[in-house]
């Protein structure tokens, strides 16, 4: 979500957990803010409000991204294109071209904060056709970044002058074909939401992206059902 989501807890305890929490799972930042609701006129009771704000790094597994010139000094000159291979409190990244492979800590990314070039949402399919592997020809199908027709923005691209960006760079092998012959396409999933305020002024826009989002959220879904067992409950609902 661009405008951040709140979280209201009964205790400042509980909130300090929940930011704790969050740290462990991502890379993320954070800052404690205390102000004074109301003083006793006659006793020394004060009541103050705690709030924690919470910064998450935007970057995402299989992101393309393209590391400020600090960042790849930083790492041993890698990249500057590199994939996000995994999330967690850490960013692991890899080199496409060198299969280097490197771990950026949060510490690490919040001296130097970047964004995704390109993310999976980008990813394009292609057929291989001119592969020889032990001298043996192998053709699939791979999702790849489509840098030729992509529509970079990134500034981190005209800190590099030289740089000239390959037309594709290949992500993974696309089993989807494969799955779909094998397994029988399963019922739609149904997940339970978190109950959640909707601002009325921009319940239109916000309700189309999340509806959007929500539908490629199940269509990934329905590509692993057939991998692991995840528990369905209810589907999708807006409060206002």
Known sequence: MDHGIKFFFS????????????????PAQSRHEKQLVSRGTKSRNYKCKYTCSVEI??????DLICLPPIAAHNLGNL????????????IALL??????????DADQYWRSPFKALLTSRQLVEYIVLDVKVASTEVK?????????????????????????????IKIKKSYKEKNQRKHRKPNPPKLKPLEMEVDGSKCGADREKVNNEYEEFLRDLVET????????THPLRWHQ
Do not use: M
């Not at 080199?95 to 950026?104: I, Q, V």
């Open 79 to 90: 990249g500057p294109f590199v994939i996000c291979t995994k999330v967690t409190n850490s």
């Open 57 to 62: 790094s935007r970057i995402c597994r299989e």
């Open 11 to 26: 205790d400042r305890s509980h909130a300090v957990k929940f930011v704790e929490f969050v740290g462990e799972v991502v």
């Open 95 to 104: 080199d496409p071209f060198t299969l280097r492979h490197c771990y950026l």
């Open 225 to 232: 059902l057939s991998r692991i067992t995840i528990k369905i």
């Open 140 to 168: 699939f199908a791979a999702q790849s970044y489509d840098l030729h027709e992509a529509n970079q923005n990134d500034i981190e691209l005209e800190n590099y002058k030289s740089l000239v960006p390959p037309d594709t």
